[in-house]
């Protein structure tokens, strides 16, 4: 049998018992300060009334997909409903970032004839999204062409419809 080193044993005690404390310092101070953004992902209509003048008979939609601060959407408009649907092959052209209670959003859209303003090649117009989302709401500027001003937006999520499983 060999010798048990009490020097040996005790530098692996103390060592093991820092490794431990350190573990949960960081991992209190980690619960503590480190908190995950808001799911703010979804489709938001837009009160027409808080429009720019160009698009007050269109629909708008904004939806917004997330993966933890970073964001990517789609702005749609149409006069009527099926014109605004969403399908699977519909690219994002939006991108931004969820940061300091806030988000923005900017991209080149399609199909906001009336605002046209300067388009680039393919007739897609450069929009730029800044808001705050207070639970259901998504408050906020839009700019939709590069010289002219924001416009005040109000815009409210739209309730998921969620498909029943039936089983036979």
Same mark, same amino acid.
């Given at each position: 049998?060999?010798?048990?080193?009490?020097?040996?044993?005790?530098?692996?005690?103390?060592?093991?018992?820092?490794?431990?404390?350190?573990?949960?310092?960081?991992?209190?101070?980690?619960?503590?300060?480190?908190?995950?953004?808001?799911?703010?992902?979804?489709?938001?209509?837009?009160?027409?009334?808080?429009?720019?003048?160009?698009?007050?008979?269109?629909?708008?939609?904004?939806?917004?997909?997330?993966?933890?601060?970073?964001?990517?959407?789609?702005?749609?408009?149409?006069?009527?409903?099926?014109?605004?649907?969403?399908?699977?092959?519909?690219? =994002? %052209? /939006? +991108? *931004? #970032?969820? !940061? $300091?209670?806030? =988000? %923005? /959003? +900017? *991209? #080149?859209? !399609? $199909?906001?004839?009336?605002?046209?303003?300067?388009?680039?090649?393919?007739?897609?117009?450069?929009?730029?999204?800044?808001?705050?989302?207070?639970?259901?709401?998504?408050?906020?500027?839009?700019?939709?062409?590069?010289?002219?001003?924001?416009?005040?937006?109000?815009?409210?999520?739209?309730?998921?419809?969620?498909?029943?499983?039936?089983?036979?």
């Amino acid at each position: 049998m060999s010798k048990l080193n009490v020097k040996l044993l005790t530098f692996y005690s103390v060592s093991i018992a820092v490794v431990g404390v350190l573990f949960k310092v960081v991992t209190v101070c980690g619960e503590t300060n480190l908190k995950a953004p808001p799911a703010i992902a979804g489709n938001y209509r837009f009160d027409r009334k808080s429009l720019p003048e160009c698009l007050k008979s269109d629909v708008l939609v904004l939806t917004i997909e997330q993966s933890g601060v970073y964001l990517s959407g789609k702005l749609r408009a149409g006069s009527s409903e099926t014109d605004i649907k969403t399908t699977a092959e519909d690219k =994002l %052209s /939006l +991108s *931004g #970032k969820w !940061e $300091n209670q806030g =988000l %923005s /959003l +900017s *991209g #080149k859209v !399609e $199909n906001l004839a009336g605002c046209s303003g300067e388009q680039t090649a393919g007739g897609k117009s450069f929009v730029k999204l800044r808001g705050i989302v207070e639970g259901n709401s998504l408050n906020g500027k839009i700019s939709l062409t590069d010289d002219a001003g924001a416009t005040i937006f109000f815009a409210k999520r739209e309730t998921a419809v969620k498909q029943e499983n039936k089983t036979h």
